[in-house]
């Protein structure tokens, strides 16, 4: 639903100028004065200000000791991790204590949208459970000991037990 709402926003903001779509949006109470350096994600039905962010033209980076409370993430040596479910993450998509936002979400299929000093992060598709629910786990490949190529589908109808191990 975030989706459509987000794509939403994004097609009114294109018929409309810039002062009016954040007085419509109800945004324009949460971007700071000229000058300032806080930024505001939106996430579900949380706005949380950043005040700590590292500048980039294109990317949000964020502390990741802020990513609990603007999304449930946390990182850890497994990756990003919510609950019970962990999704590696490539070590460019952090520098230090902060952590690439906008990078992970493109990683997981979020959609993302900004304008001036507010992110808005639409949910995130594996939590709305559309291939958790119907107990099918997506198709991948791995090669096995002889170097053969081995795609999970091969195996459909039968019952298979996949055991896999990180050294992360």
Known sequence: ???????????????????????????????????????TVLYGDRSVALDKIQPD????????ADLPKINDFEVKPQGACREDLCIPIPKDLTKGEYFNLTGFARKIGEVVVKESNVW???EVPVLRGSFTNSRIAPDF????RQGKIIHLNDFRGKKVLVVTWASW
Do not use: C, H
């Not at 033209?57 to 990741?64: I, M, S």
């Not at 490949?141 to 096995?144: E, I, K, L, P, Y």
């Open 120 to 122: 808005s992060l639409g």
């Open 1 to 39: 639903m975030f989706s459509y709402i987000a794509a939403t926003v994004a097609i009114v903001y294109v018929n409309m100028d810039r002062r009016t779509f954040l007085l419509a949006s109800g945004a324009a109470a949460m971007i700071p004065s000229r000058g300032a350096t806080t930024t």
């Open 57 to 64: 033209p294109k990317d949000l980076w964020v502390r990741k």
């Open 141 to 144: 490949a791995v090669a096995d």
